[in-house]
C-alpha cells in the first residue's frame, strides 16, 4: 500500500515511491484535507493506492467504475486502497465530466482495462494541451502495435483507443502515459508543475 516501506508488491506489479504524495502534499502545505476533488484512473492499486486519504474530497468516478470497484470479486482483491470511498460524497458520470466547469480539465470514458476506467484532458495556458492515459496504454511502445493486457475487454480498449486518438488529433494534446518513463523524465519536477 501507499505506506509500506516496500511499496505495494502484488503478483507480477511492485510499485514503490521514494517520497509519498502526503509527504509531497505537505511540501506544499495542503493536507489531504483541503483538497476539493479526487478522480481515478481506475480501481488498480497502482493508481489507487493513496485513495483512503481522500475521503473527504467530492469523488469524482464513471458509474460503471463505481459499480465495478464495490462489487465483488473487486472489492476484496483491491479495496483495501479504496474502500473508505464509499461513503464519500460522489459525482458519477457516463461519459465525461467537466470539474471546474470551464472547459479546462475533462475525465474521458475510456473503458476496457476495467470497465469505467477513464483519461484525464487538462488544458494549460502555457504548456498547451494534455492527457493521461491511465492504463488505455501502459507504454510508448504498446501504444505503437496495439498491444493490451489479456485481461482487458479487447473490443472496448479498441473502440476506447479509436476515441482516445480522436481526442489527441482534435485537441492537439501532448500524451502521458502513466508508466513510461520517458513522458515523466519530460515533465518538470516536483514541485515545479506546467502551466
Known sequence: MADNSDGDINGVWHSKRSI?????????????????????????????????????????????EH????SEPAESMFGESYSALKNSKTIPFKVEHDVFNDNSVIIKSMPGHTPGSS???????????IILTGDL????????????????????TASSRSNFESVVNKENARVI???????????PRFPAFLD
Open 137 to 156: 496504454y501502459l507504454h510508448a511502445r504498446g501504444r505503437e502495435l496495439g498491444t493490451m493486457f489479456q485481461y482487458n475487454d479487447q473490443k472496448l
Open 177 to 187: 502515459i502513466q508508466h513510461e518513463v520517458k513522458d515523466f523524465e519530460r515533465l
Open 67 to 70: 459499480k465495478y470497484m464495490f
Open 20 to 64: 509519498k504524495l502526503t509527504d509531497q502534499l505537505k511540501q506544499l502545505a495542503i493536507s489531504p484535507e483541503e483538497i476539493e476533488f479526487l478522480s481515478l484512473s481506475h480501481i488498480h492499486p497502482d493508481h489507487s493506492g493513496n485513495a483512503n486519504k481522500f475521503v473527504e474530497s467530492t469523488f469524482i468516478v464513471n458509474e460503471l
Open 119 to 129: 483519461v484525464l484532458l487538462v488544458r494549460l495556458a502555457k504548456a498547451g494541451n
